[in-house]
């Protein structure tokens, strides 16, 4: 698979902002709750898997991940969890704006669906993995997982409709012109 010059710039340039948000406030919103913060770091690839693909988007899901391993390694959390999701918050992102056929309402329901991967993929697989009980697990889920979802919905749809302009074709349009 070959990445354009473009997406590989979008891919640097949005994992770059998954570091900044993982390093600072702006990307870790505290709570009271045991996880001790709501995130925004998987918003930049959300953007990447809708704007740049599904590689594009696991690419900056990947940044995300080893940008916010130190985050795991503090509370005691197998890397699965850390790393998994994210890597597929840009796929699914992708897939469920292709899927809704890009329609109007896609964007949000892409922003939804990867915001769920995150959250309950990060949360779930820890407790699979014996990091948390579902105890544990249910309020972090109920109150970190509303309020990302909150941001998603409000964050990315204004930065997808800007970078289209840039990046006007898809992987699903020159999936196209190949057949």
Do not use: D
Not at 78 to 93: E, K, S, T, W
Not at 94 to 102: A, D, E, G, R, S
Not at 125 to 147: E, T
Request: charged share 5%.
């Amino acid at each position: 698979m070959k990445l354009s010059t473009k997406k590989m710039v979008l891919a640097g340039v949005l994992g770059s902002i998954s570091v900044l948000l993982s390093l600072t406030p702006i990307g870790l919103i505290p709570v009271p709750n045991l996880s001790g913060s709501a995130t925004t770091i998987h918003i930049p690839a959300i953007v990447a898997g809708i704007i740049g693909g599904p590689v594009v988007g696991a690419l900056v899901g990947l940044v995300l991940a080893f940008s916010t391993m130190h985050l795991f390694f503090a509370m005691g959390i197998n890397l699965i969890a850390c790393f998994l999701p994210r890597i597929g918050v840009g796929v699914v992102a992708y897939y469920v704006w292709v899927l809704l056929k890009k329609g109007p309402g896609a964007v949000l329901v892409a922003s939804i669906a990867a915001t769920l991967t995150n959250t309950m993929g990060v949360l779930g697989l820890a407790v699979l993995l014996g990091n948390f009980s579902w105890q544990q697990v249910v309020p972090i889920m109920a109150l970190n997982g509303s309020l990302e979802l909150v941001f998603s919905t409000i964050i990315v749809f204004p930065l997808v409709k800007g970078l289209q302009r840039q990046f006007p074709q898809t992987e699903l349009l020159n999936m196209k012109k190949r057949w």
